[in-house]
């Protein structure tokens, strides 16, 4: 039998191939399935995370590497006074901008040396080492010269290889950024410094109205006054300059570029009348200085028939080109001490910075929260008139003193005034008339007229950070408790109001009972003068009736010009002023008095009021009631005069002319006599009650000493040159302080000048003379003194009037 041989199919798969077919290929599809839903999904994810989950931030890094964006600052818009005066403007600036990448990028070194062959690269990074550094070198040397800048800081910056955005000055010049131009030019070095178009603030008056306006931050965001509450006005709309960048981040210039233009902001047109403001603050200055006064001032001046604000003077004020600079020189000599004590942390003295500029910064017609005392009794006596409870016939009896709940409320005058009319306590600042008017209105409409005349609220003004008044709760001044509070508000104490709250009130008590809004912004336009918006006068309330404002007012003219009125002081020959005098002691010290006076003119028919405080006349030693030069601490004879001659300012800017019997009241004109005979002239000059002497020979006056239209005393020797011309002589100005009407007369004349005085005149010592001491003068000038009378002070302290308890008393 044959074997069979055993054969194979060598053309066809074999048996374990013929099994993978089976089960095992079906399980590579399926891991190939898996590894590939699996890739798919891994691929997909970051797909999705790229694509959607992260678009936008590529697409920024993207942007960002291929472009480069500059920002186009649009103008600031203009602040203005009520005559169209600049206040606040922004001026056209550049900020300079260092790429160190450029930097890096722009130096090249040649590959190959003068024969066309390769250069090693040790060479070539020698080279380009030493060429960076000495770009490095110019940069540094010339931009720390240009700009002011330490060179080393330069220096660190340049070596920022990765940045493209370093800031080497902020708002600089066009005189140095012409400089920054020339030697970009120069050297060849567009890319790797630039500048780009900023706005700076500039304040052309610096410190005039500074807590009115305000300033603004280094982002040229508002940071006080109208500058903050108006910023988004202001500001307008900043542009935007985008251009093409190569992947080393070179500027490219033909490539692509967009351009978005910048939309200047709106105007402010103030209510503010920088002559006026001008006047306030030199007023405010001066009585500052006069009476050594601790704690500055304020000033307010306002249309009482609209509301509008012509000044708002506050003071210690700072610049508004260098806001955060202590312009006080007491508060920075201070500080300076703090920051050379070693003892004096650096947090310490960073405290004691930052209160010194919130101090200069805060303006006090709003945030000074304090008691108004006897410039508050024209409201109290308004609202007794309009409830019928007193008349212009009522008297009331003053015995020097008054109990009220085991309290002993003094009058100024110690002795009394005994009986006297409604018009004459409003004139004599009487508490205790006052007291007896508060009485008869009763608490309840006490309070009811205290929010009436918009006390319990804000005023509505513009400005932010406006304080509140403070008063006793309602429940406890009208319950049978109160009798203590309800007297001590009727002559204005133991509460506390603003200058703003108080002016807005006393302008409604003048002006026919009209509660008005103020205000310190008439319109606002855009760049083309189109108006934006309009304030119209805004009235609250009508409080009271013409009527009583009527004899009110005139109750505070004759506080002004009627004799004995504590307001005297404030007169002015050829106006007619009303007001009413101030002074209040405040709890924190017995020395510490406000002095005040709030006046209007023309008296009847007001078209400006005044509220001038000073805060804290230094006594002449703790104590004391008068300075060291002797005037006596009170409303009527430092507020008054001060605001008197302010408001004859005021008056004549706006071009009133003086009128009225009391014109030249104290003198006598001098006419003009040149060309007449000497009998003629010295017939015309003693008919004045002159007294004539003639210098030379001659048939006429050839010149005349003093000068035609000089108002002289009574009494005063004139010269009058015949056929000589008058001496050209000079002489120094004598100091007058606190002499009297006579011995200031003496001496003016023995020196060759004449007196022209103005205020109370020979009833009085002298309060101010219109030339320096120690000045050069020609002889025969006539100088203006004025005078002022301190023998009757006003109520309202102890020191001249006040409330103490009955047991202290006794």
Known sequence: MALRRKTTNQGGPSHSWRRLEGKGMQRILVLSGIFGVLTFGILFCKL?????????????????????????????GTIYDANGDILAISGSVQNVILSPRDVLATVKVDEKDEFGNARSKTAIEAEKETKVQATY????????????????????????????????????????????????????????????????????????????????????????????????????????????????????????????????????????????????????????????????????????????????????????????????????????????????????????????????????????????????????????????????????????????????????????????????????????????????????????????????????????????STFWDKELFVSPSGVTQLATASFGQRFTTTPIHLITALSAVINGGHLLEPY???????????????????????????????????????????????????????????????????????????????????????????????????????????TADGIYISGGNMAAPMAGELIANILDYLGYEKSGSDVNANGVTIPHLVGKTPEEARTALNNLGLNVRLSGEGAVVTDQMPTAGSSVPKGSSTVLYLGEEKPETTVEMPDLSGMTYDEAKAALEKVGLYLEATGTGESGKVFSQSVNAGTVLDVGTAVEVKFTDDTAPDNGVTTGGGWAPKEEEE
């Open 137 to 468: 070198d110019l940069i540094a040397d010339e931009m720390s010269e240009i700009l002011g800048l330490d060179r080393e800081d330069v220096m660190a910056r340049l070596k920022k290889t990765k940045s493209a955005y370093e800031v080497l000055a902020e708002k600089v010049e066009d005189d140095v950024a012409d400089q920054i131009r020339a030697f970009i030019d120069e050297n060849d070095l567009e890319g790797c410094l630039y500048l780009t178009a900023d706005s700076k603030r500039y304040y052309p008056y610096s410190t005039m109205a500074s807590q009115v306006i305000g300033f603004v931050n280094k982002a040229n965001e508002g940071a006080y006054g109208l500058e903050a509450l108006y910023n988004l006005d202001l500001a307008g709309q900043d542009g935007k300059i985008i251009t093409a960048k190569n992947a080393s981040g070179t500027e490219m210039p033909s490539a692509y570029s967009s351009y978005t233009d910048a939309v200047d902001g709106y105007n402010v047109h103030t209510t503010i009348d920088a002559t006026i403001q001008m006047y306030a603050e030199k007023t405010l200055e001066e009585g500052i200085q006069k009476f050594d006064v601790t704690n500055g001032g304020f000033c307010l001046v306002m249309e009482p028939d609209t509301g509008a604000v012509l000044a708002m003077a506050s003071s210690p004020d700072y610049d508004l080109n260098d806001p955060n600079s202590i312009v006080d020189a007491t508060q920075a000599a201070k500080l300076e001490e703090l920051k050379n004590d070693p003892t004096v942390s650096e947090e310490e003295y960073a405290k004691a910075l930052s209160d010194a500029q919130l101090q200069q910064w805060a303006n006090k017609n709003m945030r000074l929260s304090y008691e108004p005392g006897s410039t508050f009794k024209p409201v109290v006596v308004a609202a007794a008139l309009e409830e019928g409870v007193i008349d212009d016939n009522s008297t009331f009896y003053c015995r020097g003193a008054v109990t009220i709940d085991n309290w002993t409320i003094r009058c100024s005058a110690r002795s009394g005034h005994g009986s006297q009319s409604l018009r004459k306590a409003v004139m004599n600042s009487c508490n205790p008339a006052l007291i007896d008017i508060g009485k008869k209105l009763g608490a309840e409409k006490f309070y009811e007229y205290w929010e009436n005349f918009g006390f319990t609220s804000k005023t509505g003004i513009e400005l932010p950070s406006e304080e509140k």
């Open 520 to 626: 310190l912004v008439q319109s606002v336009t855009d760049a083309e003068g189109n108006v934006v918006s309009y304030h119209e006068p805004k009235e609250v309330r009508q409080v009271i009736s013409q009527e009583t404002s009527d004899l009110v007012r005139s109750y505070m003219e004759s506080v002004v010009n009627d004799p004995g009125g504590t307001g005297k002081n404030a007169k002015v020959e050829g106006y007619h002023i009303g007001g009413k005098t101030g002074s209040s002691q405040t709890l924190d010290s017995k020395d510490h008095i406000i002095v005040s006076f709030l006046g209007f003119a023309p008296a009847d028919d007001p078209e400006v009021i005044v509220l001038l405080g000073y805060d804290w006349p230094q006594p002449a030693a703790p104590g004391e009631n008068t």
């Open 48 to 76: 999705w995370q790229l694509q959607v989950v992260q678009h936008e931030k590529l697409e920024n890094k993207a942007i960002t590497q291929q472009t480069r964006e500059i920002s186009s600052t649009a103008n600031r």
